[in-house]
């Protein structure tokens, strides 16, 4: 596999061309990295208009993922979870009323700053079974195909999270077939799992159904803090992928980071040759781990292969209590709540770490916990547009004294990232609940 934007990169640098151009560090060592960091110089492409080099690599990932097109993003899937809902408003046949999409509630929060950017309404899709978490929808088909048909008017597209951030994965192909036999199109926000596509048995989104997704390729594979790929199905309309550089253009820098899309360049060449290899070899290891940790007594929780998920709430300790310890043993896990405890696994994690995580995992002993309850996600009183309400003027009041208010700007559990309150909602008692379970005193509602 070519590696294009890597090769022009490091041809350039080795050129030691007299650089009157961004940059500042003009490719002097300064950092240890500036010798390869670009601008759109000639020959070096543009990402938004890309006919070369980028053109040629974002094609080879496309080709990798089996994508109709992949866009490369140097800000992550946060950009391109904005570009996708603007693909689906920019080409939805009936534009005469706001967008309207489904999408359960464990959506991230740069969903929500699309919904404000683009003006769209959301019809919340709320799981049959009890969540076992704010951040965990597990929505099945059969919820989607309630919300299409229980909807004042017909969704333009649903929106799902899967993976979510516990490691829950939805069933991403029964959820596309009842979404295009409404045709509907489907995106998914798959910022957990780029790695998806490399498992013995492919489970990517776009293998899956989805007509869009987003992969934040820095969370699971080897790329710099920032990439990630949007990518659009083969079976999507044409016209998703014809206007999608130009809208995702409109949110994004025009200085995208060529250190972020050179990592992405290698990490392709990667995956074409030993990834899966390795992969397999990680998912066997994180799979053994697992049973050594349960054979000790720890609880866990989701689906996903390459994440631990322990559910510590059930094992007589908190999420937090549990990350403070790991981390006097001189382990940093992803992400702690007062239930859960997240462990981010892939091939660059070496045999020592999982011995070293089960060393300390065995200092520490689960006791006889409850099980975790989660108050249910609050149903959403939708009082005003969510645009409307996060441009009105508001004031900041303590969350006691909000009951019956209309939320200004969105609060969302600072990690990782979910709505409690979205703009234009009523703050109910069932909503101040849940703030306060986050620790959060003030929330911003409209001035009457
Ligand atoms: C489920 C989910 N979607 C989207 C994002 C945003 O991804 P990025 O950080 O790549 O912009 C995150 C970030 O944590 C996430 O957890």
């Known amino acids: 596999m070519q590696t294009p934007i890597y090769d022009f990169a490091k041809k350039y640098a080795e050129s030691k061309t007299v650089r009157f151009h961004m940059p500042g560090h003009k ?16 020959g070096a492409d543009y990402l938004f208009e890309a006919e070369g080099i980028i053109a040629e690599s974002e094609a080879q990932t496309a080709k990798l993922f089996g994508a109709a097109k992949t866009l490369y993003s140097a800000e992550g899937s946060s950009l391109c979870i904005k570009t996708m809902l603007a693909i689906a408003e920019h080409c939805r046949p009936d534009r005469s009323r706001r ?11 740069a969903f929500i700053n699309a919904c404000i950017l683009l003006d769209i309404d959301v019809c919340w899709v709320y799981p049959k079974e009890e969540s076992r978490s704010l951040c965990s929808g597990g929505v099945t088909p059969d919820d989607i195909r309630e919300a299409i048909t229980s909807a004042d008017r017909t969704p333009d597209c649903v929106y799902i999270t899967s993976p979510d951030y516990l490691g829950t994965m939805s069933d991403v192909k029964g959820i596309s077939e009842v979404c295009h036999k409404s045709g509907i199109p489907l995106i998914v926000d798959n910022a957990h799992g780029a790695y998806l596509k490399f498992l013995h048995e492919d489970m990517h989104p776009m293998t899956l159904g989805a007509d869009m997704c987003c992969d934040s390729a820095h969370k699971t594979l080897p790329c710099y803090t920032g990439a990630a790929l949007l990518h659009i199905s083969k079976s999507a309309p044409a016209a998703f992928s014809g206007c999608a550089k ?32 390795e992969l397999e070899k990680t998912v066997l290891r994180t799979s053994l781990c697992k049973q050594r940790l349960e054979a000790m007594g720890w609880k866990f929780f989701g689906e996903e292969l390459c994440k631990l998920t322990i559910a510590a709430g059930e094992c007589g300790i908190t999420g937090d209590e549990l990350g403070d310890r790991l981390r006097s043993f001189g382990i940093e896990p992803e992400y702690t709540d007062p239930d859960y405890l997240v462990l981010m696994v892939t091939p660059f994690n070496p045999e020592a770490d999982f011995l070293h995580l089960e060393d300390a995992m065995s200092h520490i002993s689960p006791k006889q916990g409850a099980p975790i309850k989660f108050d249910t996600v609050p149903r959403a009183v939708v009082r005003l547009p969510i645009r409307q309400a996060a441009f009105a003027d ?47 005193d003030t929330i911003s509602v409209l001035i009457p």
Request: net charge neutral.
């Open 27 to 42: 490719g002097v060592r300064f950092h240890g990295l500036e010798e390869y960091d670009l601008t759109e110089i000639r």
């Open 99 to 109: 967008m309207l999409v489904a999408a359960p509630r464990n959506v991230h929060k």
């Open 246 to 277: 130009k809208l995702m253009s409109l949110f994004a820098s025009t200085s995208p980071s060529y250190l972020i899309m050179e990592s992405i360049d290698l990490c392709s060449a990667y995956l074409s040759g030993e990834y899966k290899a």
């Open 394 to 440: 508001c004031e900041e009041v303590p969350v006691d004294k909000a009951k019956g208010r209309i939320c200004g700007m969105t609060v969302t559990c600072c990690q990782p990232s979910v709505p409690i309150a979205v703009s234009g909602e009523e703050i109910t008692a069932d909503i101040i609940k849940l703030l306060k379970r986050y620790g959060i």
